[in-house]
């Protein structure tokens, strides 16, 4: 099991909105930042978000990222086809000194 | 830009040790935490350790009494090494770049991966 929880998947139709929860405690996102990554079968993880909410350069607005207490949630809007994929939360924990992420969520585009 | 290259064996028999080693390009080696991930078959991505230039470590603690990371800085290279392998250990294996630190208020913490290599696979079968 992980210390971050997230449900295993989320779907919605294409120009749909989504959203992806992450649910850790205090000793993680209660004290620690939030990103955000999404991974394409057969290719490298992809930095979505960063400290909560920020867009590395070259990522789409339609993703967004929020975080409230222990739990944070990552938005994805407008829909299309090739944001089918996994993504996943990660995060430090300070009291374990280790990364953590999420179990991950496989999102389908109906 | 910065770039990741990584490499090291791909097949390994119970016990032995996996060794990848991942080399830095395009940037400067201090200043980051250089980290290692893996996802078995069929499993979400675990987070398995981290190597600063200056040689500090963490460490996933389930993985922590058969793992060591090492640094090389005239090469801008780091290396993982994991003992007793067993078939648990097939997974693919990427390298990445951490920035991390305490904000400003010194009590909330960022981390994040933002650069990463195109992983390994690496087999664990008798």
């Known amino acids: 099991q992980s210390f971050l929880t997230q449900p295993p998947s989320v779907s919605a139709a294409p120009g749909q909105k989504v959203t992806i929860s992450c649910s850790g405690s205090?000793?993680?996102?209660?004290?620690?930042?939030v990103s955000w990554y999404q991974h394409l079968p057969g290719t490298a993880p992809r930095l979505l978000i960063y400290?909560?909410?920020k867009r590395p350069s070259g990522i789409s607005d339609r993703f967004s990222g929020s975080k409230s207490g222990t739990s944070a949630t990552l938005a994805i809007t407008g829909l299309q086809t090739e944001d089918e994929a996994d993504y996943y939360c990660?995060?430090?924990?300070?009291?374990?000194?280790?990364?953590?992420f999420g179990g991950g969520t496989k999102l389908t585009v109906l | 830009q910065v770039q990741l290259q990584q490499w090291g064996a791909g097949l390994l028999k119970p016990s032995e040790t996996l060794s990848l080693t991942c080399a830095v390009y395009?940037?400067?080696?201090?200043?980051?935490?250089w980290n290692w991930i893996r996802q078995a078959p069929g499993k979400g991505l675990e987070w398995i350790g981290e190597?600063?230039?200056?040689?500090?470590?963490n460490y996933n603690p389930s993985l922590k009494s058969r793992v060591s990371t090492s640094v090389d800085t005239s090469k801008n290279q780091f290396s993982l090494r994991l003992s007793s392998v067993t078939a648990a250990d097939t997974a693919v294996y990427y390298c990445?770049?951490?920035?991390?630190?305490?904000?400003?208020?010194?009590?909330?913490?960022?981390?994040?991966?933002?650069?990463w290599g195109e992983g390994t696979t690496v087999t664990v079968s008798s």
């Open positions: 395009g940037e400067s080696f201090s200043g980051y935490y």
């Open positions: 990660g995060t430090w924990d300070v009291s374990l000194t280790a990364g953590l």
């Open positions: 400290v909560n909410d």
């Open positions: 205090s000793s993680n996102i209660g004290s620690s930042y």
């Open positions: 190597i600063n230039h200056s040689g500090s470590t």
């Open positions: 990445a770049r951490a920035i991390q630190d305490y904000d400003n208020s010194g009590y909330y913490y960022y981390y994040y991966m933002d650069v």
